[in-house]
Nanobody
Framework: QVQLVESGGGLVQPGGSLRLSCAAS????????MSWYRQAPGKRRELVATITMTGSTNYADSVKGRFTISRDNAKNTVFLQMNTLKPEDTAVYYC???????????WGQGTQVTVSS
């Protein structure tokens, strides 16, 4: 089994930056496709960014050019660098891991990101 723990959230001004981290337990991190999701009050949870086990990435249109997802397999950690933050980025950000071979999905508990003056 895999446990995911997010960190790095907080309060930031519009135009500022934050770097989220997601630390994974277990020895199968390297084969997981990792994603960041976010959910704001009254809105559905949305996919923000994905990085596959081979390193290919995808981003939601709303964050393209501003956010960067990366992973460090030696440290069992995935990151989300968030730049030029906007108030609409305010949400709880969740780390997600997918083991397609075993048909298993893992979720972290989330970290709050608030973008406000």
């Amino acid at each position: 089994q895999v446990q995911l723990v997010e960190s790095g959230g907080g309060l930031v001004q519009p135009g500022g930056s934050l770097r989220l981290s997601c630390a994974a337990s277990g020895s199968i991190f390297k084969i997981l496709a990792m994603s960041w999701y976010r959910q704001a009050p009254g809105k559905r949870r949305e996919l923000v960014a994905t990085i596959t086990m081979t390193g290919s990435t995808n981003y939601a249109d709303s964050v393209k050019g501003r956010f960067t997802i990366s992973r460090d397999n030696a440290k069992n950690t995935v990151f989300l660098q968030m730049n030029t933050l906007k108030p609409e980025d305010t949400a709880v950000y969740y780390c997600n891991g997918e083991n397609e071979l075993a048909h298993l999905t893992y979720w972290g508990q989330g970290t709050q990101v608030t973008v406000s003056s």
